[in-house]
């Protein structure tokens, strides 16, 4: 069993209700212990110290009535009524005097015996036997009243020294009567003061109880709160470490209630991302990581069913790749193409670019969304090919350290072929291998242009789709209406000149040149097609797509096309 937060809370909370339930039981239990002991001293205590006092006064009362008594019998007229009525009095008083001791003994002797006692049952005992005594003194003073009274009946001589002992005896038996009467208060008041006590230790024992309680219940409710935040801090810390890239946290799983449940489950989402990150660090390798990501996290919106969307293409290959690799080791080769590819890739992806595969030395690039926005996709494109043909030198210049040989190195030559259109996008191939690719014939436009390139001598070709999703991006020359092996329509193709703003001036001439010869070409005029394509070697000597046309213009010269010729050139190989 697993507690639950729920369950240590309700435990702290039912915890809490046994102490301050127990607090409060033995508070009340003290409380009825002072209730009990103050009964005790009304029922017992009060009433014996109250019979004592009733003793004396009996005394009192008893002694005045002798006195009365005695005067009566010696006066001259004996008025028997009264003699009468004075003895029954005297007879009352000493009986009543008797009935208080006995019921102070009674009520003592009741506390004597009572569960409940003050600790003073010995002072009570010894106060029990004084007043047994004090009856025993009784019994001895009411026989001396009774000779006192019979010598007074006859007048004899010896009424005067009888009755001076009875009152010696009278002031004793008060003496004592009130020192046995003062002991019982004394007695009683150290009862009430130890009931006071009681009652003090009582609240004191409460108040440390409930004190006490508090604290305990404070301590486990703190201990308690601790082991509940402690793990949700480290959850936070765990969750802003892997917010800020390190995968590799674990957070220590220190309970059995839902936290620890939250740990064990945020460890193991942290184990699937970081297996996520391992995949995509792996295969970011071989695809590209958006697709990878895609793939992972995203399957939305990499269409894993496929789609059909407009999207750029660029297919890039080594000019006289076979040439270039002859005399290599394999492991110089590999090493040569890696870096090679790098090179290539690092340009397409920094322009937003997705390697679709490699082709031996060749490069398969779309763009387009989800991974770049349709209105950028012809400029990254343009941008991609101007960057792989700017890093070529610097490619060239590595060439000594990866070959180990300084001299007869061939130089490296790109043909890029880049064309816009409709695809199909998605994962395709068998159930046990696919791979995310775009398929349709944009991609093989794409292809043919870069193999259109050997026939102009260009490095870069685009159709009039990518030419005009590039815009005023970068300067192109157009070069031609072209029929690729594999289509009936024609396309019109452009060569990338450079980024706008960053084309010499002499270039945009020759451009310029070109334009008119071009149309003077689609005219069938010949010879000022000629003058112009001539015109444009002037410019620039080495210009292939001129010398290109040069050879077009003086085989139609000879033999003319035919009279329905449009201006197309048909390629007759890939």
Not at 116 to 121: A, H, P, Y
Not at 352 to 381: C, H, N, S
Not at 429 to 456: F, H, M, P, Q, W
């Amino acid at each position: 069993m697993r507690p639950t937060i729920g369950a240590k809370v309700f435990g702290i909370a039912v915890g809490l209700l046994l102490l301050m339930g127990a607090a409060a039981l033995l508070s009340l239990r003290m409380t009825r212990t002072v209730d009990d002991q103050l009964g005790v001293i009304d029922d017992n205590y009060f009433p014996a110290y109250a019979a004592l006092a009733q003793a004396h006064i009996r005394t009192v009362e008893e002694a005045a009535a002798i006195r009365r008594l005695l005067a009566a019998l010696a006066g001259p007229g004996r008025d028997d009524a009264a003699i009468a009525d004075l003895e029954q009095r005297i007879a009352a008083a000493a009986e009543a005097g008797d009935g208080d001791l006995a019921e102070a003994r009674r009520q003592i002797n009741a506390q004597i015996n009572d569960a409940l006692d003050f600790d003073d049952n010995v002072a009570l005992a010894r106060l029990d036997t004084r007043l047994e005594h004090l009856q025993g003194a009784r019994q001895d003073y009411e026989a001396r009243l009774a000779r006192l009274v019979a010598a007074a009946r006859e007048r004899g001589a010896e009424v005067p020294g009888l009755l001076a002992a009875l009152d010696r005896g009278q002031d004793d038996f008060a003496r004592r009567i009130d020192a046995a009467r003062d002991e019982m208060r004394r007695i009683a008041d150290g009862a009430i003061q130890g009931t006071r006590a009681y009652q003090r230790r009582a609240v004191e024992l409460g108040l440390s109880l409930l004190v006490l309680a508090a604290l305990l219940g404070l301590g486990v409710a703190a201990a308690v709160t601790r082991g509940l935040v402690r793990p949700v801090r480290r959850l936070l810390a765990g969750a802003a470490a892997v917010e800020g890239g390190a995968l590799d946290t674990v957070v220590p799983v220190t309970s059995r209630d839902e936290i620890g449940g939250l740990t064990r489950a945020f460890n193991a989402m942290v184990g699937e991302l970081r297996a996520k990150a391992q995949i995509r660090e792996t295969f970011g390798k071989y695809i590209d990581p958006r697709i990878v990501a895609g793939l992972i996290d995203r399957p939305d919106l990499t269409d894993p069913k496929g789609a059909r969307r407009e999207m750029t293409i660029l297919f890039c290959d080594m000019q006289g790749f076979t040439a270039f690799s002859e005399g290599m080791t394999p492991p110089t080769l590999v090493a040569v193409l890696n870096r090679y590819l790098a090179v290539l890739s690092e340009a397409v992806r920094r322009n937003g670019g997705i390697v679709d595969k490699y082709v031996g030395d060749g490069v398969m690039a779309f763009w387009g969304p989800p991974f770049t926005a349709a209105e950028d996709q012809g400029r990254l494109a343009a941008s991609a090919a101007l960057e792989m043909l700017a890093a070529l030198p610097g490619f060239q210049a590595e060439l000594p350290d990866l070959v180990g040989v300084r001299r007869g190195l061939p130089e490296v030559r790109l043909r890029i072929g880049i064309a816009t259109g409709d695809v199909v996008i998605g994962n395709i191939g068998s159930e046990d291998a696919r791979n995310y690719t775009v398929i349709g014939d944009t991609v093989n436009l794409a292809s043919r242009l870069e193999g259109a390139c050997k026939a102009y001598g260009c490095a870069t070709l685009i159709d009039a789709a990518t030419r005009r999703r590039a815009g005023a991006a970068v300067e192109v020359r157009e070069l031609d209406r072209l029929r690729v092996v594999g289509k009936s329509e024609p396309e019109q193709v452009f060569e990338i000149l450079g980024r706008a703003g960053e084309v010499p001036a002499e270039r945009l001439r020759l451009r310029d040149r070109f334009a008119a010869a071009l149309a003077a070409y689609r005219a069938q005029a010949w010879d000022e097609a000629r003058a112009g394509f001539e015109a444009c070697r002037a410019i620039a000597p080495d210009d292939p797509p001129s010398r290109t046309f040069l050879a077009r213009v003086a085989h139609f010269a000879e033999t003319p096309p035919s009279p329905d010729w449009d201006g197309v050139w048909s390629l007759t190989a890939k």
